[in-house]
Nanobody
Framework: QVQLVESGGGLVQAGGSLRLSCTTS????????MGWFRQAPGKEREIIAA????????YYTDSVTGRFTISRDNAKNTVYLQMNSLDAGDTAVYYC?????????????????WGQGTQVTVAS
């Protein structure tokens, strides 16, 4: 069983930055494509960013393009989400997810493992 643990969430002022980390257990992290999702109260879970197994292909949803950066360190079994220029619309619970395929998907249903989520709150 693969376990994913997110960290780095918290309260930040609008315009500020946070870096989320997601560390996985096991020795097969490099075989997973990874995604970051978020879910705000009363809304569906949405894709934010995703990265292929080797890190060569990345995806960003339009609302975060130019502000967020996804990266991974396969030696540390960790995927990161650097979030800059945060605004109140970014407030949500953020989840990382692992998919047992080379390439990422933008659909939550396509991911095999999920973290417990970390709260990000942006104060305006």
């Amino acid at each position: 069983q693969v376990q994913l643990v997110e960290s780095g969430g918290g309260l930040v002022q609008a315009g500020g930055s946070l870096r989320l980390s997601c560390t996985t257990s096991g020795r097969t992290f490099s075989s997973y494509s990874m995604g970051w999702f978020r879910q705000a109260p009363g809304k569906e879970r949405e894709i934010i960013a995703a990265i292929s197994r080797c890190g060569g292909n990345k995806y960003y949803t339009d609302s975060v393009t130019g502000r967020f950066t996804i990266s991974r360190d396969n030696a540390k079994n960790t995927v990161y989400l650097q979030m800059n220029s945060l605004d109140a619309g970014d407030t949500a619970v953020y989840y990382c997810a692992a998919r047992t395929r080379t390439y990422y998907s933008t659909t939550p249903h396509d991911y095999n493992y999920w973290g417990q989520g970390t709260q990000v709150t942006v104060a305006s």
